[in-house]
């Protein structure tokens, strides 16, 4: 089975820069996904990580570590508006498949007081 | 262009009754599938398909059926619907190869 960790609930302030923990043990890895989710709305994509190291996209970055099964992303600059729940999902290859499933964490919810 | 459209947006059914849940999309992907969220449990995957004709099940798919004869429909049918089924569904597609989805807006259902 695949085991996607990350904590339930974060606080911070606006401006301040927060970190969002995602660990794993997945089969047949084959990349990492975030997504932002506001309440009542559907997932939209963030970042993606497929190879080790930093992505950076504005005011958030993702960053990966395959032999550690880890992940974070990083908001910086925290707005009122990333307000939402933050989701990891590990996409995982069956074995002589090229189809890749995704499997989701259980989110971590950020709320950001000003 | 839409998207992937889920409708209705809103269901309320009275235990043992069946619906379906429709999803489509625009976007020429293979890869479609449904998930369902609960609080505190994150999105499962209950079944996918990688085309026409092709399906095969998630974490949960018992209690619900699926079809896909076109690459735009995948629809989700609860064949008789029970509490344990009150959740959010969201329609996700995929391109080739399955890498970044792209969810509906989702389907809150609740079931009496």
């Known amino acids: 089975g695949q085991n996607i960790d990350q904590p339930t609930e974060m606080t911070a302030t606006e401006g301040a820069i927060v970190q969002i923990n995602c660990t794993y043990q997945t089969s047949g890895f084959n990349g990492l996904f975030w997504y932002q989710q506001h309440a009542g709305e559907a997932p939209t994509f963030l970042s993606y990580n497929v190879l080790d190291g930093l992505e950076e996209k504005g005011r958030f970055s993702s960053f990966l570590s395959r032999s550690k099964g880890y992940s974070y992303l990083l908001l910086k600059e925290l707005q009122m508006k990333d307000s939402a729940s933050y989701l990891c999902?590990?996409?995982?290859?069956?074995?002589?498949?090229?189809?890749?499933?995704?499997?989701f964490g259980r989110g971590t919810q950020l709320t950001v007081w000003p | 262009n839409a998207g992937v459209t889920q409708t209705p947006k809103f269901q309320v059914l009275k235990t043992g009754q069946s619906m379906t849940l429709q999803c489509a999309q625009d976007?020429?992907?293979?890869?479609m599938s449904w998930y369902r969220q609960d609080p505190g449990m994150g999105l499962r995957l209950i079944h996918y398909?990688?085309?026409?004709?092709?399906?095969d099940q998630g974490e949960v798919p018992n209690g619900y059926n699926v079809s896909r004869s076109t690459t735009e429909d995948f629809p989700l049918r609860l064949l008789s619907a029970a509490p344990s089924q009150t959740s959010v569904y969201f329609c996700?597609?995929?391109?080739?190869?399955?890498?970044?989805?792209?969810f509906g807006q989702g389907t809150r259902l609740t079931v009496v």
């Open positions: 398909s990688v085309g026409a004709g092709i399906t």
């Open positions: 999902a590990v996409r995982v290859l069956d074995r002589g498949s090229t189809l890749g499933r995704l499997y």
């Open positions: 976007m020429n992907h293979e890869y």
């Open positions: 996700a597609t995929q391109p080739r190869g399955g890498g970044l989805a792209f």
